[in-house]
């Protein structure tokens, strides 16, 4: 858990090319900034990762990094494009804690 404010923001991403990632993750580990997690399969899945790059559903590979002045960072490469969002999103997104199932808002 890093710490976060109400209302702010959580981190911030840049993508890069995908056959970077390792090389960057590599030199900001030989940077000593702390905390820096491995690579990371984000897939729309319940879990929302898998442990592999080679499942169909990654839709982003990324690790994440505490920036010089504690905020979260994220170097992130999109793996496939969104176009047809029917067949892209294969479950439902959580609702947010504060809404009502069955409001305007759903």
């Known amino acids: 858990q890093h710490p976060s404010a109400h209302g702010s923001m959580n981190h911030v991403a840049f993508n890069v090319p995908e056959a970077k990632l390792k090389e960057y993750r590599k030199r900001i580990k030989a940077a000593n900034v702390g905390f820096v997690t491995p690579i990371l399969f984000h897939a729309d899945t319940a879990e929302g990762y898998v442990p592999d790059r080679d499942n169909d559903a990654v839709s ?38 504060w809404r009502e199932v069955g409001t305007s808002e759903d």
């Open 60 to 97: 982003w590979v990324s690790f994440y990094f505490f920036g010089p002045d504690g905020e979260l960072l994220e170097l992130t490469s999109q793996t496939r494009t969104f176009e047809d969002a029917e067949s892209n999103v294969t479950h439902m997104p959580r609702k947010a804690l």
